[in-house]
C-alpha cells in the first residue's frame, strides 16, 4: 500500500521554526504543499528532476527541503515563519501519471 505520512506540524509563534517530515512507502516523496482556509493548494518545495530545488515565491530564504538517503523521507525545515504561512501542508509523491498526498500536518502561527 502506498502511504505518506507527515509529522511536526504544530503551533507556533511569529519568529519560531518548525521542521516537518513526510515518511512514503513504495513512493519517494518529492515535495510540501500548503493549502490555508479558503485558498487554493500551493507549491512550498519540491525536488524534481534531476535533484533541482523549486521553492515557492514566499518562502525562498527561509524553508529548506531535504531528504534522507534513502529518498524515502522528505523534511521541510521552516524558519522565521509568519502567520501567512499557516496552513495544512501535505506532503506529495508522483507514481506514474498520479499524485499521491499525505493525510496533511496543521501549521499555526500565532502572532
Known amino acids: 500500500q502506498v502511504e505518506l505520512v507527515e509529522s511536526g506540524g504544530g503551533l507556533v509563534q511569529t519568529g519560531g521554526s518548525l521542521r516537518l517530515s513526510c515518511t512514503a512507502s513504495r513512493v519517494n516523496p518529492i515535495g510540501w504543499y500548503r493549502q490555508a482556509p479558503g485558498d487554493q493548494r500551493e507549491l512550498v518545495a519540491a525536488i524534481i528532476g534531476g535533484g533541482i530545488i523549486r521553492y515557492g515565491d514566499s518562502v525562498k530564504g527561509r524553508f529548506t527541503i531535504s531528504r534522507d538517503k534513502t529518498y524515502k523521507t522528505v523534511y521541510l525545515q521552516m524558519n522565521n515563519l509568519t502567520p501567512e504561512d499557516a496552513g495544512v501542508y501535505y506532503c506529495?509523491?508522483?507514481?506514474?501519471?498520479?499524485?499521491?498526498w499525505g493525510q496533511g500536518t496543521q501549521v499555526t502561527v500565532s502572532s
Open positions: 506529495k509523491a508522483r507514481l506514474g501519471t498520479y499524485d499521491i
